[in-house]
Nanobody, 123 residues
Framework: VQLQASGGGLVQTGGSVRLSCQASGRTIGNYGMGWFRQAPGKERELVAVIRWHSGWTSYADSVKGRFTISRGDAKNTVYLQMNSLKPEDTAVYYC?????????????????WGQGTLVTVSS
């Protein structure tokens, strides 16, 4: 499975950004896609994930009410709409793919990673 992510960039506090990720390859079963992020000096953490077929979602507490993960019309494409951005949201955002559909929502069980895209929120 290959993941191609896009979006990100520099945005002011309170602004919005949308990330997209498309998976290609052998995407079978009850898989999940989602986003993790890693800020400098910190561990990679879950942001939001979605099970492809059911649409079940899960969010980090820090982004609930501000970020929305969704499936696109294009096959195997997910979006992360990020609103009301804060400086602490600054990080490299990674698209993730899990064949187990997020039975465990941890970075160490992710099967495939995208290349990462930087989101910088200026104060």
């Amino acid at each position: 499975v290959q993941l191609q992510a896009s979006g990100g960039g520099l945005v002011q506090t309170g602004g919005s950004v949308r990330l997209s990720c498309q998976a290609s390859g052998r995407t079978i079963g009850n898989y999940g896609m989602g986003w993790f992020r890693q800020a400098p000096g910190k561990e990679r953490e879950l942001v939001a994930v979605i099970r492809w077929h059911s649409g079940w979602t899960s969010y980090a507490d820090s982004v609930k009410g501000r970020f929305t993960i969704s499936r696109g019309d294009a096959k195997n494409t997910v979006y992360l709409q990020m609103n009301s951005l804060k400086p602490e949201d600054t990080a490299v955002y990674y698209c993730a793919f899990d064949f187990a559909g997020w039975a465990r929502q941890e970075a160490r069980i992710v099967d495939h990673w995208g290349q990462g895209t930087l989101v910088t929120v200026s104060s």
